[in-house]
């Protein structure tokens, strides 16, 4: 069970409410995000287009726009090399629909994820070159791309690069760090240590629209203001599907950008829209991140990310409503072959020394290796420890991390960087290329290095507000929209109540996986309460706790011998137009 901690940041939560209008706990919420100072406030519940940081504090966007303005003057051939994930889709389509717009001879390549692998290889800029290509742009990778962009250069080629990803480094005699970026004609990349640009957190697409925005500074602004509204929906789209952390402008971008997606005038966000049933509804992050981003990924991972590409690039809409289909249909089918890949890679797992890890590497030869980095995701929730999940792919073995609080995977993996063939990310997150016999090695290494404490592998659950379901009003629910949207860097407030006693109990759902209660506090008051997470393991906390005959009792609508003490959210169910309150259970223990 995840250990429970109160976050105790101090204010004038009273004062604050009344200067901007909410609820005393809302500004406490707000107090916990680090959220301080009128300004900060003002912008974290209001902030506008506006306030996002001028594209030209970008080290080189300036210098990446003339050069590219002059490439277009001048006819040049430019191909944009993206990725293969949503925010490699993204930045790519922005960075062709900017220059296109400017009437540039642009085309476009995504990588193929097991043929090509992550960014640009040495027969990729040979291709480009052979057809005549003269100037290569780089979006969602090319940081890393030191040797390419140099074989590329001794080709005569121009090429501008622009990522969002850790720049290389090498560790000096003193310990220091001399980064090492790769020799492009310019580099736009705000982790540059030399990069002025105030938040380094904005991802790959993200980086590409600031690009466009310098790029068509001076144009026609009623001919430009749409292509960037159309522009900033992807960013947003990008955003939420890398997993940003919805803080500083990324915060706005995601704001303003899902009401773009959301009245979008591109034939294939509505296609993507229709056929997962939320054209013309309101969008949140949620709907991104779970619900039409996976259908993007899942085209880069079990096929060709440049169908979803195109997609977004087509005129016609009976094309796109087709690709869209399929791209659902692929989703569902890698839906299943992860529940698939995580189930061997636990019973791996539990059937060696593994379990015993701090750092687990997990080597499934025969997984898609596409899955690798989705399957790590769920093993790091079920263990809570950093996880590589390794596969056999055609030159050896490949590989995703997914890495806790404490554990920065980039800086880690980089301290053995010896064994691999290739390997990028950053602190959450990481891929990886080896030979198979250093497989071993590289579990060895990161265990025997990793510095991990059991408190840093202790998950913690961290309680905005320690809050009676008394005090929960349809209005106070409503308020709660203030802080969307939510997700990593701002995630759903967390709020906790004591001493509940369960009533009664239904079990919903097709697959019975939704349970529903009416609880009791101590004042005699009830309440609704859904629990939407692993119903096996929440029954046998039941009968193991309580007992059988308690949790019989439960679900036949006899109980209140059950008490818990629960984390929760509440929500408002509308049903033809009638808002019912209820809770949403997130986590729970014993009274003790």
């Known amino acids: 069970m995840a250990k429970w901690v109160v976050t105790a940041k101090k204010a004038d939560f009273n004062q604050i409410g009344e200067k901007f ?65 949503i925010d490699g889709v993204c930045s790519t389509y922005i960075l062709y629909a900017g220059l296109n717009s400017l009437g540039a001879d642009v085309d476009t390549v995504i990588p193929h994820r097991i043929h090509d692998g992550y960014g640009m290889n040495n027969h990729m800029i040979e291709e480009a070159h052979e057809a005549g290509i003269d100037t290569i742009l780089t979006c969602d990778n090319g940081i890393a791309a030191k040797e390419q962009i140099t074989y590329a250069k001794s080709l005569g080629m121009t090429v501008v690069v622009t990522d969002h990803h850790e720049v290389p480094y090498e560790v000096q005699e003193d310990g220091s760090r001399r980064e090492c970026p790769p020799p492009a004609d310019a580099v736009i990349d705000p982790k540059q240590a030399d990069c002025i640009y105030p938040f380094d957190g904005i991802c790959g697409a993200a980086v590409a629209y600031k690009l466009i925005q310098v790029l068509l500074d001076g144009q026609n602004r009623t001919e430009v203001e749409p292509l960037m509204q159309e522009l900033l929906a992807f960013a947003a789209f990008a955003t939420v599907g890398d997993v940003m952390e919805l803080i500083d402008e990324n915060r706005i971008i995601v704001r303003y950008g899902l009401q773009q997606i959301s009245q979008s005038a591109n034939i294939g966000m509505r296609a993507l829209l229709a056929v997962n049933g939320l054209q013309d509804k309101p969008l949140s992050a949620y ?21 979803a590409l195109r997609m977004f690039q087509t005129a016609d809409r009976a094309e796109a409503v087709t690709i869209a289909g399929e791209l659902k249909e692929l989703n569902d089918n890698r839906k299943n072959m992860t529940l698939q890949g995580t189930k061997q890679a636990i019973e791996v797992i539990e059937g060696s020394a593994l379990k015993d890890d701090k750092v687990l590497v997990v080597y499934l030869p025969d997984c898609h290796e596409s899955l690798a980095g989705i399957i790590a995701g769920r093993l790091r929730e079920r263990y809570y420890k950093p996880v590589f999940v390794l596969t056999r792919s055609e030159d050896g073995v490949k590989g995703s991390g997914r890495s806790v609080e404490a554990y920065h995977m980039y800086d880690k993996m980089s301290e053995c960087k010896e064994l691999y063939t290739k390997y990028g990310g950053h602190k959450m997150a990481a891929g990886v290329s080896m030979p198979e016999e250093n497989v071993e090695k590289f579990r060895t290494y990161l265990n025997e290095h990793c510095g991990l404490t059991a408190e840093d592998l202790e998950e913690k659950i961290h309680i905005d507000v320690p809050m009676p379901m008394s005090y929960v009003t349809a209005g106070f629910v409503k308020q709660l929209l203030v802080l969307e949207p939510f997700g990593n860097g701002n995630p ?40 939407f997470g ?59």
Not at 494 to 509: M, Y
Not at 511 to 524: A, F, I, K, L, W
Not at 540 to 563: N, S, V
Request: net charge neutral; aromatic share 10%.
């Open 534 to 592: 692993n119903m096996d393991a929440w029954h046998d906390f039941l009968t193991k706790q309580f007992g059988q005959e308690a949790y019989d009792r439960l679900y036949q609508g006899r109980g209140g011998e059950i008490r818990i003490h629960v984390i929760y959210y509440p929500d408002l169910d509308v049903y033809q137009g009638r808002e019912r309150l209820q809770m949403i259970m997130q986590d729970y223990c014993c009274v003790q």
């Open 21 to 85: 209008h909410i609820d005393p706990v809302i500004a406490r919420i707000i107090r916990n995000r680090e959220i301080v100072g009128d300004e900060n406030i003002d912008e974290f519940l209001h902030g506008t287009i506006d306030k996002l940081h001028a594209p030209t504090l970008l080290k080189d966007a300036e210098r990446a726009a003339d050069i590219l303005r002059y490439k277009i003057d001048s006819k040049q051939r430019i191909r944009i090399i993206g990725d293969y994930d």
């Open 287 to 307: 709907h991104i991140g779970f619900v039409l981003g996976p259908c993007l990924n899942a085209t880069g991972r079990l096929d060709t990310a440049s169908r």
């Open 492 to 531: 759903k407030p967390v709020f906790a109540q004591r001493n509940l006693r369960l009533l009664r109990g239904r079990i919903l759902g097709k697959n019975s996986n939704v349970g529903r209660y009416t609880v009791e506090d101590d004042t005699g008051r009830q309440f609704e309460m859904m629990y």
